[in-house]
């Protein structure tokens, strides 16, 4: 782990939520890197035990999560730079760029979802910012990482 670096470990989406929101009120970030991809949704209730098939249907009812990065983004205590990801499987750029302005992003790290991307060793991705959309190829995600933090460099100096 990198020296003044700490975890959070949280269990939930909603506890993600609110351990960045109480970190954001009690210390300054010059970036964040938003890479956990929670689900957007959750049940709406916690059964208290196992579910048994001899119980009968189970109906589960989905209620949405919190958007974490849209609202650190819009936090009065934003981190100076912000990069969300995307994983998309179709109209990548269209997407990645509507992401990039509905969450307030600095820069958007756009994965192309196919069949190896999910714990394959590499993927094809993009960066997209207001100013351009950077194809970086399918490469390994070794390198990919390696592109990200040099543009991150490149655009925070």
């Known amino acids: 782990m990198p020296i003044g ?18 970190l954001l009120e ?27 098939k001899s119980d009968g249907v189970l109906n589960i009812k989905l209620v ?16 100076k730079y912000v990069v969300g990801f995307a994983a998309e499987t179709d109209n990548v750029i269209a997407y990645a760029t509507d992401k990039l302005h509905k969450k307030a992003c600095d820069v958007i790290f756009a994965n192309v979802v196919q069949p190896d991307t999910f714990g394959g060793d590499s993927s094809h991705a993009y960066l997209v910012d207001n100013q351009q959309v950077t194809d970086l190829g399918h490469q390994s ?3 990919h990482a390696l592109s990200l933090v040099q543009y991150i460099v490149a655009h925070t100096r």
């Open 26 to 52: 009690t210390q300054v970030f010059d970036g964040a890197v938003m890479v956990a991809a929670v689900s957007d949704y959750r049940s709406d209730t916690v059964l208290p035990k196992k579910h048994k």
């Open 5 to 22: 670096a700490s975890v959070q470990t949280v269990k939930t989406a909603l506890q993600m939520h609110d351990t960045v929101h109480a």
């Open 141 to 143: 995600k070794y390198t």
């Open 64 to 79: 949405e999560n919190p958007d974490i990065l849209q609202s650190l983004s819009s936090h009065k205590n934003r981190p």
